[in-house]
Each structure stands twice: as structure tokens, then as C-alpha cells.
């Protein structure tokens, strides 16, 4: 199993670009979560989805969007990129609630 | 909402010491979850153990342990004999139930150093 995939790994964009960050699991999972990890912070969570079909913000959703059209796939959308976004940003999945949440690797976003 | 207060930004030692490290968390929630995850350099984030509310007796895992007091609202973590490979970053996080929709609060991490 490949677990959280997220692609791309690394990303450059200049200030007013937009993107797609994708994330994709194989688990079968019901819950998915977009965070963002800024230098020496913990992870806060921009979006979550509870299955297809349902998106909900996080503490952190502005500037970015979501969908969840399939049960695998959660994209999360930057829309008019900000030096503020330069984050990494993680993706993580679960099957049920009270349960680990499975990490990506992360995708590291510098915006220019 | 639910808050984590992780007490140490950053602990040095030397190898074979142990270490400890302390959570304390604030929740309405009168049942909930806790999570501990390690980020090593590379930066995954690799899931450790998972207690509920329910359950205060106390867990030792090889050369891990956690003591976790509901009364305190206090989740610790401690390395007995560290070693270098233990040098990361150490995050507590609770995960709510009702009100929450399960999702966790990660405190700001504590960074542990084990040196040689």
C-alpha cells in the first residue's frame, strides 16, 4: 500500500499564482485533513473532510479551498498565493474516529 | 475548543539519559482521545501511542513510557536510555468528540536532542 501520497513534494510559486496541492489514499479511509506546519509550530488544520462529498474548515481555511469528489482524493486549492502561505503543508487520512491519523510525506510551498 | 501547552520548547541531553516530556491540555470534552506523533530531521510524522480518557493506567512500550493523569490534565512522555535516533520532534495532541468532529490539536512540539 502507498499510504497518503502527496505530489508535488517541493513548489515555487510568485505571489498572485495559483495551485493545486494533491493528496490521495489507499486506504479506503473516511476522514481526511490538510494541515500546514509553519518553522518550530505545530500543525493546524486548514480543511477536513468526513467522507465524499463533505468539506468542512479548519482553524486556518482562508486563502485556500477544497473538494472531496471521491472516497481517495482530497486537492487542496491556493487561490491568489501570499508570502504567507509559504508553509509545509501535510495531508493525513483515517478510517474512523479515535483513530491515528496516517501522514503524507508533505509538500514544502515557498511563495516569491 | 481544546488547547495543548507542550512545557518544553527544547531539551538537550546526552545519550542513555532519560528524558521526559510533559503535555498538559485543556477540553470540555468529558471523553476524548490523546496522541503523541515524532518528526525526526526528515520530516515525517510518525504516530507513537494513543490513550483515552477512560484509561489512566500507565503505558511502557520498550524504552518508552506515558503517564497520563486525568486529574492534572497532564499526558507525559518519557525516553528512558535516549539515544540519538530519538532526537526529533516530540507533539502531543488531543482529539475532542462531541463538538469537535474528531480532530486533533497538535501543541507546538518539543524538540529533543540527544547527543552522542
Known amino acids: 500500500n502507498a499510504g497518503v501520497t502527496q505530489t508535488p513534494k517541493f513548489r515555487i510559486l510568485k505571489i498572485g499564482q495559483s495551485m493545486t496541492l494533491q493528496c490521495a489514499q489507499d486506504?479506503?479511509?473516511?476522514?481526511m485533513y490538510w494541515y500546514r506546519q509553519d518553522p518550530g509550530m505545530g500543525l493546524k488544520l486548514i480543511y477536513y473532510?468526513?467522507?465524499?462529498?463533505?468539506?468542512d474548515k479548519g482553524e486556518v481555511p482562508n486563502g485556500y479551498n477544497v473538494s472531496r469528489s471521491t472516497t481517495e482524493d482530497f486537492p487542496l486549492r491556493l487561490e491568489l498565493a501570499a508570502p504567507s502561505q509559504t508553509s509545509v503543508y501535510f495531508c493525513?487520512?483515517?478510517?474512523?474516529?479515535?483513530?491515528?491519523?496516517?501522514f503524507g510525506d508533505g509538500t514544502r510551498l515557498s511563495i516569491l | 475548543a481544546q488547547k495543548v501547552t507542550q512545557v518544553q520548547t527544547e531539551i538537550s541531553v546526552v545519550e542513555k539519559e532519560d528524558v521526559t516530556l510533559d503535555c498538559v491540555y485543556e477540553?470540555?470534552?468529558?471523553?476524548?482521545?490523546l496522541f503523541w506523533y515524532k518528526q525526526p530531521p526528515s520530516g515525517e510524522l510518525v504516530f507513537l501511542i494513543r490513550?483515552?480518557?477512560?484509561?489512566?493506567q500507565n503505558e511502557i512500550s520498550g524504552r518508552y513510557s506515558w503517564n497520563f493523569q486525568k486529574s492534572t490534565s497532564s499526558f507525559n512522555f518519557t525516553i528512558t536510555a535516549s539515544q540519538v535516533v530519538d532526537s526529533a520532534v516530540y507533539f502531543c495532541?488531543?482529539?475532542?468528540?462531541?463538538?469537535?468532529?474528531?480532530?486533533?490539536?497538535f501543541g507546538k512540539g518539543t524538540l529533543l536532542t540527544v547527543n552522542p
Open positions: 490513550r483515552n480518557s477512560f484509561d489512566e
Open positions: 473532510s468526513v467522507g465524499a462529498g463533505i468539506t
Open positions: 493525513a487520512s483515517k478510517q474512523f474516529r479515535n483513530q491515528p491519523q496516517h
Open positions: 477540553t470540555r470534552d468529558t471523553t476524548y482521545y
Open positions: 486506504m479506503n479511509h473516511n476522514y
Open positions: 495532541a488531543p482529539e475532542g468528540v462531541r463538538g469537535s468532529n474528531y480532530k486533533l490539536t
